[in-house]
Structure formats: structure tokens, C-alpha cells
């Protein structure tokens, strides 16, 4: 009883895995949230990190619904699972192998501005910037249809995966804000290199725990139908 308690939460924890992943991975938002807290104080920070969690959620639930509904057969779950692990595991190889300059030291960004003083207007300026990042609906969509084919459309399974991905995502910006004048470190080129080697081989593991789960539960179900 108890190894079956805990084993409805694997889901969980694996998502969670994601989620320190994508939290890890560098990128504008990353440092729009550093300059941010360091400029204007971390209670900004925070509503800026709120406002791109809720445009990560409002994609997550679209795409989760989505999802269970156009893919219910055994066969594209396999298809869309290995597709989306290969997508994965590609997009690990590429960072993994990138290359950092080593003479730049700052991330040019542009400032996160808003018009009208206040929190709330950051939290908008969140949600809208990331909305607007087409890379990040591809990668929610391609990572629910391939969990979705990992997990064999256990919607259940799909549900807590997520909300152990958004979990850490959530936790990880807010500790940004609060932490922000002490990771400027995160600008220097050796670190930069190493991180993305980290968050490489992170998706390269996620990638392909999504192949093999979804050949898994193709074959599964081959053998529970056959007579």
C-alpha cells in the first residue's frame, strides 16, 4: 500500500526534474529577472516572476486539455512521444555543445520598462513577454504531448507531472528575485559554459526517459489487448 501511495507521485518528482531544468536553462528572462530585483527591489522581481509563471500556467492547462483530447490513440501516443524526446534530447545535444565567448561578461538585455509606476504593471509586463516567446509554445505543447505519450494519456499522471514542473519553475524565479546581488556571478562566461553543459545532459536524460517510457506504454498495451 505504501509503495503505491508513492508511486503516484514519481510523476511529481519527475516534473520536478523538468522544472529545475528549465529554471537552470539561461535566457533573457533569466537575467530580466535579475536585473530587475537588483534594480527596482524584489518584491518587483516577484511580480514580474508572477506574471510569467501565469502565462506558463495559462499555456500548460490550454495545451493539457488540448492534448487529451486530440491524442487518444496508442499509436500516436508512441509517434508524438518519441518525436517529442528526440526534440528533447536534440535541444540538450545543442546546448551541451554550444560555445560561450569567453571575453563577454554581461547578457545584453533590454531593461524590463513599464509605462505606469506600480507592481501590477509588472506582472503584465511578465505575462505578455513570455506569451509573446514562440519558443516557449513549442516547447509546452511538445512537452505535453510527448508526457502525455510517456505516461500513456494517464491524465492523473500528466497532471501532477506539470505541476511539479511549474512548482519548481515558480519557486526557482522567486528565489532569483530574493537572491539576485548574490548570482551576478551567473554572467561570467566559465559559469555560463558549465550550466549550459548541465542543463544539456539534463534534457538529453528527459529526452530520453520520454522515448523510452512511451515505447514502454506502446508495447504495454500491445501485450494487455492481446488475446
Request: charged share 20%; net charge positive.
Given at each position: 500500500m505504501v509503495v503505491n501511495s508513492l508511486a503516484i507521485f514519481h510523476p511529481l518528482f519527475e516534473g520536478m526534474i523538468l522544472g529545475i531544468t528549465v529554471a537552470i536553462t539561461l535566457g533573457p528572462a533569466l537575467f530580466a529577472l535579475l536585473q530587475t530585483s537588483v534594480k527596482h527591489g524584489v518584491k518587483t522581481g516577484i511580480f514580474l516572476a508572477l506574471g510569467i509563471f501565469a502565462s506558463d500556467l495559462a499555456l500548460v492547462i490550454g495545451f493539457y486539455f488540448g492534448a487529451s483530447q486530440i491524442v487518444n490513440d496508442k499509436f500516436y501516443h508512441l509517434i508524438l512521444g518519441v518525436i517529442g524526446g528526440a526534440i528533447?534530447?536534440?535541444?540538450?545535444i545543442y546546448t551541451?555543445?554550444?560555445?560561450?565567448?569567453?571575453?563577454?561578461?554581461v547578457e545584453a538585455i533590454n531593461e524590463i520598462k513599464v509605462k505606469k509606476p506600480g507592481l501590477l504593471p509588472y506582472f503584465f509586463k511578465g505575462f505578455v513577454i513570455n506569451l509573446a516567446n514562440p519558443f516557449l509554445w513549442v516547447f509546452w505543447i511538445t512537452s505535453m504531448l510527448a508526457i502525455n505519450a510517456t505516461y500513456g494519456g494517464d491524465q492523473r499522471a500528466v497532471a501532477?507531472?506539470?505541476?511539479?514542473t511549474l512548482f519548481m519553475v515558480?519557486?526557482?524565479?522567486?528565489?532569483?528575485?530574493?537572491l539576485a546581488n548574490r548570482i551576478k556571478i551567473l554572467g561570467n562566461p566559465q559559469v555560463k559554459l558549465w550550466l549550459n553543459r548541465i542543463v544539456g545532459l539534463l534534457f538529453m536524460i528527459i529526452g530520453s526517459f520520454i522515448i523510452a517510457g512511451s515505447l514502454f506504454e506502446?508495447?504495454?498495451g500491445i501485450q494487455i489487448h492481446m488475446p
Open positions: 528533447m534530447t536534440i535541444f540538450g551541451f555543445l554550444k560555445k560561450i565567448p569567453m571575453t563577454e561578461q501532477l507531472f506539470f505541476t511539479g515558480l519557486t526557482t524565479d522567486i528565489l532569483k528575485c530574493v506502446y508495447y504495454r
